[in-house]
């Protein structure tokens, strides 16, 4: 079971950039999948999931400006995050659960990880 997050970038204040993470080793009708976040000096926290049916959680903080989707021909989920904000600078990294879940926020559910991918947004 492998995850490769991309996509990551620098981007100025109000842009936008779609993170990917492509899964290797298992199909996305097997595993949920989760995009959490980790900046400077702060704890890493969930961002959003996709459960097996296609349901999505998002944190609050990225709740309308932040979108998990898949294409399950390609492998893939993606994260879109628009109406960048600074505080949303951070390593992006995708993981892989059973399910989304009420839990779906805490890293210690997921069993697989993937590298992380750096977002700067600039002010």
């Known amino acids: 079971v492998q995850l490769q997050a991309s996509g990551g970038g620098l981007v100025q204040a109000g842009g936008s950039l779609r993170l990917s993470c492509a899964a290797s080793?298992?199909?996305?009708?097997?595993?949920?999948i989760g995009w959490f976040r980790q900046a400077p000096g702060k704890e890493r926290e969930g961002v959003s999931c996709?459960?097996?049916?296609?349901?999505?959680y998002h944190a609050d903080s990225v709740k309308g400006r932040f979108t998990i989707f898949r294409d399950i021909a390609k492998n893939t989920v993606y994260l879109q995050m628009n109406s960048l904000k600074p505080e949303d600078t951070a390593v992006y990294y995708c993981?892989?659960?059973?399910?989304?879940?009420?839990?779906?926020?805490?890293?210690?559910?997921?069993?697989?990880w993937g590298q992380g991918t750096l977002v700067t947004v600039s002010s």
């Open positions: 080793g298992f199909t996305l009708d097997t595993y949920a």
């Open positions: 993981a892989a659960n059973a399910i989304c879940g009420s839990t779906w926020y805490h890293q210690g559910v997921y069993d697989y």
């Open positions: 996709i459960s097996l049916s296609g349901r999505t």
